[in-house]
């Protein structure tokens, strides 16, 4: 899969193909979302000490208003840590992980995140050198910057720039609509949740199946040819502060794909159908301050050292 054009074969596709698919960048391809939920506003502060709600199923109404509620407080604290984490499980031919841990600071629409592919059995062959090689990424505003420290000697306090749009299309994606505010893929899959159930803390619902193909790599965003305007299944686990968890497994997204005529091959939806993606979130209102890196440290198309 070629996900660089030919001027930046400045680091092994593998390794940005493990920043690319964890999702980091914000952009977004449509889909059913709330228009507002993620401007940060008011108070940062979550509720004080609450005592737990009672044991038993929550009608649709009361699931719903605790995943609002848990949202908002998200949103409002403008800065967490998150690990997103997505799976394939080839089951006899073995296992590929992309983790990505990071945080961000929605006010200033920036992120920071260290993303590494590890893997074993058949799956895990491809990745070679890169395998456990970390590649940092930044986003700020609407750019995006990529480092890694497994870089020549040479490289190593260099950055690869792209534009949000340039690394919409390196992905697969489509470009954000105008005024769009999130840094991290992961968020925006949060702004299209709702739920429809659940029992205390534990909820289920769904997500917008555009947002949430993101987190599922840019392999999949490749596969886009056709807009997704279905919804998967998905689990959360909520606490006072925000939302602790969400989960969404590859089996619905392979339906939707199938379903909205992208004409994916049976080995291309068997594969995405082995995938599952878990987001976690902790440590709300944590300082967070992202920047830019020095332009002396930009590469230019081209360059091996800056």
Known sequence: MTLLPNSYRLVPASAVLAALLAGCGGDSNGGDSNGDALTPAGDTSPSGATSSPPAGPLSETEAELRLRTAVGAHI??????????????????????????????????????????????????????????????????????????AWPAEMRRCWMNWTTDQLASQAGGVAPAAGESVPTANLAVLETAKANGGEQEFLTGSVAAAEAAQLFGSGVMKMLRKPLTSRLPATFRIAPAGVEFVTINGKPLAGALEASGQGLSK????????????????????????????????????????
């Open 76 to 149: 409002r604290a403008d800065t967490a840590i998150f690990t997103q984490q997505m799976v394939v499980d080839g089951g006899p031919q073995g296992r590929l992980t992309t983790t990505q841990q990071g945080e961000y600071r929605i006010s200033t629409r920036a992120a920071t995140a260290t993303t590494t592919m590890t893997g074993s059995g058949q799956l895990a062959q491809g990745l070679g050198a890169s395998s456990g090689a970390a590649v940092v990424v930044r986003v700020v505003g609407d750019a995006t910057y990529l480092n890694s420290p």
């Open 267 to 306: 080995d291309e939806l068997d594969l995405v159908a082995a995938m599952k993606v878990t987001v976690r979130y902790e440590a709300w209102k944590t300082p967070v301050t992202v920047r830019a890196p020095a332009k002396s440290l930009l590469l230019a198309k081209g360059q091996e050292s800056c």
